[in-house]
């Protein structure tokens, strides 16, 4: 619905973005900003949807998309960020949160609105709403407020509202949002905690009791990510062994797995914590002197010694906020993919992709033989293939981030993509039904749990209701290699 001039001005003394409000400068948080011609500015503005986000904090208020406008009827302020979305670059253009919640972070006041810094730093809850009831909460401090917009265009299409950010965890993304609460009285500092579980017990430490413990260290450790970049740090935390011996023996062959407040998670066999030929295994919660903040903090798994080692970065799980440890033995697998190249999936690989919300991916599996609807876990098919179908780009080496990570131009091209389970039995199918397939997936866990019994370790499945079906497609158990033949 095209919006008039004589709207604008008739909303003006509501106008939030009008002028340049009291505020400094930008800073670069990997947002870039959109520069668009007046004649793409007035298409934008005509497609726009209507919409309205009701805000309370000290005052209330209302941010529509008309206050969007400038005085001549073209969007001001524009941030533009790019996200990875199951794999895929997303480019998403809005408005800074701050510059909304600018409006009732303080007491009534007239454009242009003043955002208050320090209340922000000192930390307050602000719960985002959506329309159909979802909400998503988050404290203020734990976030750069300039790396989250208020976003109203997806790769240059008019969408609803969308709270989205660069630092924000995919559970904070909050479509369609419809109402912003700030919960402005005064925010205790938060007091971060690890909690362990284990051997029937549940025992909560704050970072003080467990640097009183006499488990706490201070050694440098080091790790690599998958984009092939080292970081290097002095952490200081707790021995996770030695932690973990004090509620009890511990059995070799049992598992450690620690979760993240974002819902990653990772695990640990007993015998590699304990073996310290090449480092000591701690829960760090200090970093080159200073107490870790919430990412990547407040306490995070690393491995530390001298010489310095030096970790795979999927393995220095971030963010965690439980340890739970078990005598089940910790079961390990390798799943093989060649082509042009050959590659080993370990379980850990696997279990980070997986956390990663760019490829964790759910479907609804049809059993034929049972006549039920089963939940799987896993990642896409189409994904795995980038770690065997091009050496100059194996995944996440690219450094332009615009190169996806697998061989788009080949998979269009066609190749037959062979599934091998342990016993030998096989399918193929043609990677032009798998490019970008997002419902057909290499599955590692079934209703929230890992697969069990003849399904163990991976299972090849797919979304009842996909678009595209690859011809010949079966389920495969107990999922060995994945060939693909050129």
Not at 148 to 158: F, N, R, S
Not at 248 to 259: K, N, S
Request: with cysteine; hydrophobic share 40%; glycine share 8%.
């Amino acid at each position: 619905m095209k919006l008039t001039r004589l709207i604008v001005s008739i909303l003006l003394t509501a106008v939030l973005l009008a002028g340049c409000m009291t505020s400094p400068q930008l800073e670069s948080v990997n947002v870039e900003t959109a520069v668009v011609s007046e004649s793409a500015a007035a298409s934008e503005v005509q497609d726009l949807l209507i919409w309205s986000i009701d805000l309370l904090g000290k005052t209330d208020g209302v941010f529509s998309s008309s206050d969007l406008l400038d005085q001549n009827g073209n969007p001001a302020h524009k941030e533009t960020i790019s996200v990875e979305v199951k794999g895929l670059k997303r480019d998403y253009t809005g408005i800074p949160l701050y510059m909304v919640l600018a409006m009732v972070d303080g007491e009534k006041e007239q454009h242009p609105f003043t955002f208050d810094w320090e209340a922000w730093k000192t930390g307050y809850e602000v719960t985002v709403t959506a329309a159909d009831g979802y909400s998503a909460a988050f404290l203020s401090s734990d976030y750069n407020a300039k790396s989250t917009i208020i976003a109203y265009l997806e790769d240059g299409e008019p969408i609803n509202p969308m709270l989205i950010g660069t630092e924000l965890t995919k559970d904070l993304w909050v479509k369609n949002t419809t109402g912003i609460l700030l919960s402005m009285e005064a925010v205790e500092k938060v007091v971060p905690t690890l909690t362990v579980t284990g051997s029937d017990s549940e025992n909560i430490f704050s970072i003080n009791e467990l640097m009183l413990t006499p488990y706490y260290i201070e050694e440098r450790g080091g790790y690599t990510t998958s984009a092939g970049t080292y970081y290097e740090s002095l952490f200081g935390g707790v021995r996770l062994y030695d932690l973990l011996s004090s509620f009890g023996t511990l059995v070799d062959d049992g598992a450690v797995t620690v979760v993240a407040s974002d819902g990653y998670e990772m695990s640990y066999s007993i015998a590699d914590l304990k073996d310290t030929s090449e480092g000591v295994w701690i829960a760090a919660f200090m970093e080159d002197g200073k107490q870790m903040e919430l990412d990547p903090g407040y306490f995070r798994i690393i491995k530390v010694g001298n010489p310095v080692p030096n970790i795979d970065g999927h393995s220095s799980a971030k963010m965690v906020k439980e340890i739970q440890f078990s005598a089940i033995p910790l079961k390990d697998f390798n799943l093989v993919i060649s082509g042009k190249m050959e590659a080993n999936v370990d379980r850990a690989t696997m279990q980070a992709g997986i956390n990663c919300t760019a490829h964790n991916t759910d479907v609804e599996y049809f059993n034929k033989k049972t006549g039920e609807v089963e939940y799987y876990t896993g990642i896409p098919l189409f994904q795995l293939l980038a770690f065997a179908d091009d050496p100059d780009f194996a995944p996440h080496k690219q450094t332009d981030r615009s190169i996806t990570a697998y061989d788009e131009e080949a998979a269009r091209n066609g190749y037959k993509v062979k599934i091998i389970a342990e016993d030998g039995y096989s399918i193929e199918l043609d990677s032009r039904e798998l490019d970008g397939n997002q419902d057909v997936i290499i599955a590692m866990y079934q209703n929230d749990a890992e697969l069990a019994g003849g399904d163990w370790p991976l299972k090849l499945v797919w979304n009842q209701n996909a678009e595209i079906i690859p011809e010949g497609i079966k389920a495969v158990r107990q999922i060995a290699r994945i060939e693909l033949l050129f």
